[in-house]
């Protein structure tokens, strides 16, 4: 099968665009959205350095076997993992792990395209003035009138799902790879500039202080959990979005060395995101611990206040949804692939069907914020936006890293170790050595042990 050096999908064009496809998937609304208000929810520093150790020693070796299968299976995942298996003497029943990618990606997709909406009305309220003199109160009540009229929802729901439709629909060079080129260098360039104004805050000794120096005793065990899951959930990992395009990936190109930009530069923006957004909460008397609402509350009473805020809040908003979009069509390529390779659609007719259904599923969570809203208890933690938190739950705490520990398993101990020397293309040398140790016996254990402590179902 090494032969089959294309997928019939087409290719990326350069080691670069590959680089960019992968950050612009991992880079989204898991930085700049979920990582400050989960950091917030879960005390800071103890959470965010169990999630740095996460992303090391789990996501970024998990990250470069998931990159290795779709590359050397060079399909959709769900006929990448059958035919990997096959390749490799076992069941062709592996092909499960294909099919749990292609159902959790469509159910991210379904709240996540929900999420981004907010920020594509955001960029209209930014450029309409709609932020000038905004404290935290008058922050909080737009937010809140806004996520409470489902009609509103609904609609940029819509308009982001169609975004990420024709994007997916016009394939890997002419869609996906346009995309990212230019929006990923743009939204860097900005956080770094909102990095200067929130720093000129007086309050970076408390900003750095929250996120960097860990408290256990605020670390609770949903935080762990939740820790782990983030880590999966912010790199694109264990559901196919990563071995899709790796599958799209030239054989010459160095997986190690491109997985550790990708992950780098993911974690920058997550830092950076929650310095500014930490520092913004601080300066003005919020909560950092408010859920889901915080970036969205936050970051508008500073473009109302700093000069040029009507510009620069426009622009932040603007390359949120461009995270966001580079993200999301990564979440629905993996079942549109499928669709085109097995049911012999075309690429058009299975972007449209799969976002119509994301938007369909997607109700579900427009109506957590308002009528449907209900609270439960999760490992200890109370959960209060209903459905929207039973569908993060259920995929970015199970899915997303059950399908990672699949992942390791299948490249720890289901291929031949031949096969992934080949594929790594580092030789046999100490890197290989710790990235196989790391995925055959570190990661999945790792990920088996937190959950299960998480749960409690440890004997102890
Ligand atoms: N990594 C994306 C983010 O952080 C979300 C995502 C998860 C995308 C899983 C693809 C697959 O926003």
Redesign the pocket.
Known sequence: MTEKRVSLHGMWSSRLVFILAATG???????IW?FPYITGLNGGGAFVLVYLICIAIIGIPIMMAEVLLGRRGRRSPINTMMELAREAGSSPRWSWLGWVGVVA?IL?MSY?SVIAGWAVAYVLDAADGAFVGFDGDSAGAHFGAMVSNPGTLAFWHAIFTILTVLVVARGVRSGLEQAVKVLMPALFLLLALLMGYAVNTGYFADGLHFLFDPDFSKLTPEGVLTALGHAF?????G?G?IMVYGSYMPKKTSISKTIFTVAIMDTLVALMAGMVIFLIVFANGLQPASGPGLVFVSLPIAFGEMSGGLLFGTLFFVLVVFA?WT?AI??IEPAVAFLVENRGMRRTTAAVLIGAFCWVLGLVTVMSFSSWSFSFEFAGATKTDGMFDVLDILTSTFM?PLGGMAIAIFAGWIMQRADTVDELGVGEGAGYRVWYTLVRYVSPFAVGILILNSLHLLPT
């Open positions: 998937s991992a880079v989204g609304l898991g930085n979920k990606g991210i996540y959930f912010t790199l694109s990992l559901m979005a966001a993200s990564s979440l997303l």
